[in-house]
């Protein structure tokens, strides 16, 4: 099986997709919580996998601080 290079402008992409998600999520149940309905604030951060996003994000980033610079500037 062959491993998939993700390039820097690839792998920022999908972090921001992610972070945008995540935002919309927290945004959302942020409203519910103001309105006074915490258990339906925390019910959408489950059911609409925010952890999961966050884990994305935070693998994502660790993918694209590892990338060597050098090879990047090489396909520039």
């Given at each position: 099986?062959?491993?998939?290079?993700?390039?820097?402008?690839?792998?920022?992409?999908?972090l921001?997709?992610?972070?945008?998600?995540?935002?919309?999520?927290?945004?959302?149940a942020?409203?519910?919580?103001?309105?006074?309905?915490?258990?339906?604030?925390?019910?959408?951060?489950?059911?609409?996998?925010?952890?999961?996003?966050?884990?994305?994000?935070?693998?994502?980033?660790s993918?694209?601080?590892?990338?060597?610079?050098?090879?990047?500037?090489?396909?520039?």
């Open positions: 099986m062959s491993e998939r290079v993700l390039s820097m402008a690839d792998g920022l992409s999908q921001s997709v992610r972070l945008d998600r995540a935002a919309a999520i927290t945004a959302g942020h409203v519910c919580a103001e309105r006074g309905a915490g258990q339906e604030a925390f019910q959408m951060i489950l059911e609409l996998d925010l952890d999961v996003l966050l884990r994305e994000a935070q693998t994502l980033l993918m694209i601080s590892m990338r060597p610079l050098e090879r990047e500037r090489a396909a520039s």
